[in-house]
């Protein structure tokens, strides 16, 4: 019997939350009838390790644990983890029936370690390259959802040369590729919301910029997708004000609201379920469903939403969301090994790509002139 893969960690802002959505991962799975469970970590650096998968996570705060064994990915018909630094001897891949992906953030979860795992022909839970790709990035969702005719805030690219916003402030700037609230700034005018991007290294990549709606709070409900789609309890993250002087500032929810707890967003603040209007809670769950259609959801995944009490906007997804959202699974009840398991089944059932070379038969080779007269 393969063993079963944990891949976590990676070169990204949400390297330590990933961590412990891992180890909790790799715990879990612990005596599953799935066979052995082989600790993937990807480094800050880049660099992947095998490591213990009974390790804490202090073991991890200086960088790659002690007795950590180096690893290369290797793409190919032949591909996957292999042992690095073999001298004599070609190393043979790690034999996986399938990884679970515990990855935060760019490039664990925009589609980047998605597509090597595929070269690699590594099953792997979660979403696609393509599903992880628009879930990243905040304008693409955005403009999706906004198409479907799903009720969205307005959201527009933000760079140095933006005059023209088209709504009033004040502002919300998010990074326009990335997750977990880093980098986000509530901003009262354009000129601020520009000096911004500069000061701001996460925004480096892109960056959006939204009306902040004071009055709105968070609602947030998972999704699953195998063996069929299925809504969690719908959670309220409550927020920690954070006070600046006698004004204070406005209140986000913010990175340290959702992870530093011990246990990632496992230990955050909630109200669960939360306690919501009927007509509500039914319009919430209907754009949930609409969601994880448009954006081709797989895995478990976590849609969040704004609302007033009232009116309701889709806010983002998080394709790979802390603790793979497994605090949400109470109505229905989902025990955690089960989640795993049925992540792990889907992986291997329901193929995140097919690739093909039909069509490439030769004939638009064979009727080709010679190169240097296409350069002509």
């Known amino acids: 019997m393969s063993d079963v893969g944990v891949i976590f960690g990676g070169p990204s802002p949400e390297h330590d939350v990933s961590v412990l959505t891992g180890l909790q991962a790799a715990r879990g799975l612990q005596g599953s009838a799935r066979g052995g469970v082989r600790a993937l970590y990807w480094s800050k650096l880049g660099e992947w390790f095998e490591v213990d998968p009974a390790l804490e996570a202090t073991a991890f705060v200086e960088g790659v644990p002690k007795g950590a064994a180096p ?3 290797a793409i190919g018909a032949d591909g996957g983890f292999v042992a690095a630094g073999g001298r004599f001897a070609k190393a043979k891949p790690i034999e996986l029936s399938a ?42 969702f955005g403009a999706v959802m906004a198409a479907a005719g799903l009720p969205v805030l307005e959201r527009i690219a933000l760079t140095e040369s933006t005059t023209d916003v088209g709504f009033e402030g004040p502002y919300i700037v998010k990074p326009r590729f990335g997750g977990s609230s880093i980098g986000i700034d509530v901003v009262g005018d354009l000129a601020t919301a520009r000096a911004r991007l500069s000061a701001n290294a996460h925004l480096a990549a892109g960056a959006v910029l939204e009306p902040y709606r004071s009055d709105y709070f968070d609602l947030q409900v998972g999704v699953r997708t195998w063996p069929e789609l299925e809504l969690s309890a719908i959670e309220r993250p409550l927020r920690t004000p954070r006070a600046q002087g006698a004004a204070g500032e406005p209140e986000i ?39 994880a259609h448009l954006a081709s959801v797989r895995g478990v995944t976590r849609i969040d939403f704004l609302s ?4 309701l906007v889709v806010n983002e997804i998080n394709t790979i969301p802390g603790s793979l959202a497994r605090y949400l699974w109470i109505e229905p009840a989902v025990p955690f090994a089960q989640l795993l398991d049925d992540l792990l089944t889907e992986a291997q059932r329901r193929p995140t790509h097919r690739y093909s070379a039909a069509g490439a038969d030769g004939l638009v080779l064979r009727g080709a002139s010679s190169i240097a007269a296409k350069l002509a």
């Open 71 to 73: 690893l290369a990915l």
């Open 99 to 140: 990884a679970v992906i515990c990855c935060h953030g760019t490039p664990g979860e925009d589609g980047t370690l998605q597509g090597a795992l595929d070269l690699a022909g590594i099953a792997y839970t979660g979403p696609t390259l393509a599903g992880a790709a628009i879930g990243m990035d905040k304008l693409a």
């Open 253 to 291: 929810l913010g990175y340290a609201d959702k992870y530093v707890g011990g246990e990632g967003m496992a230990s955050a603040p909630r109200e669960l379920p939360a306690d919501l209007d009927a007509s509500l809670e039914a319009r919430l769950r209907e754009a949930a469903r609409a969601v």
């Open 308 to 311: 007033d009490g009232n009116e």
